[in-house]
């Protein structure tokens, strides 16, 4: 199973970094964390929607439609699904306290972007969960002199109880042990991909080819 971070791939040479690792990897299903950008992929995608997205698009999927120009991307929007053995979930967006309480269909333009409160606790309820992908980080992960993790993240751990949890939005590659589960943030897709074993959630880097560029 492909494994993909942050793409930004609305940006040509990103794209073409993109496409290349789904190239490299030759698998038929891939995961990925966020900042997608690009919805016309060549394999099975499921992903979250992280802070750089076309949102048009992330709503129209939310709603169960196949807009033009999207093959084989499925977003996770506090829902969950079962591959290859493992139930996977997803929350999408990233986290602004100023629209953290309001409904989501209160939030206009770029403020699509964030994850409410309802979307956590959709989420929260979900149960079985095997991997989780989020696009924003837990807490006690990463650290800029400050750390950039949010609680809510926290709570979805405690909530749900996964083995693994692939983080995307930071663009670099930590791994820690977080609340009894195996948490990676992940690089971004332009340097590298990953491969994940579903019999033992095993997840392996990759260089990317140097055709990729980007």
């Not at 290859?84 to 967006?93: C, F, H, N, P």
């Not at 195996?182 to 340097?191: G, T």
Request: hydrophobic fraction near 40%; aromatic fraction near 6%; glycine fraction near 10%.
């Amino acid at each position: 199973m492909l494994v993909l971070g942050d793409a930004h791939a609305g940006e040509a040479a990103k794209r073409a970094a993109l496409l290349a690792a789904y190239n490299d990897a030759n698998a038929d299903l891939a995961l990925q964390v966020g900042d997608l950008g690009w919805y016309d992929l060549p394999v099975e995608t499921w992903f979250v929607a992280g802070n750089n997205e076309n949102f048009d698009v992330i709503d129209a999927l939310r709603d169960g439609e196949s807009p033009a120009g999207v093959r084989n991307a499925h977003l996770l929007a506090s829902t969950a699904v079962d591959l290859r053995g493992r139930r996977v979930a997803g929350l999408s967006g990233n986290y602004a306290p100023t629209n953290y309480d309001l409904p989501r269909e209160k939030l206009r333009g770029d403020r699509r972007r964030h994850f409410t409160r309802g979307d956590v606790a959709r989420l929260a309820a979900v149960d079985d969960v095997d991997v989780l992908l989020t696009h924003e980080a837990p807490t006690g992960l990463l650290s800029y002199g400050y750390d950039p993790g949010c609680e809510h993240v926290d709570d979805l751990l405690d909530a749900t109880d996964p083995d693994l949890c692939l983080v995307g939005h930071h663009h670099r590659h930590r791994a820690a042990e977080i609340r009894g589960c195996r948490v990676v943030s992940l690089a971004p897709a332009w340097e590298q991909y990953y491969t994940l074993d579903p019999a033992d959630l095993t997840l392996d880097a990759h260089e990317l080819p140097a055709a990729g560029g980007g």
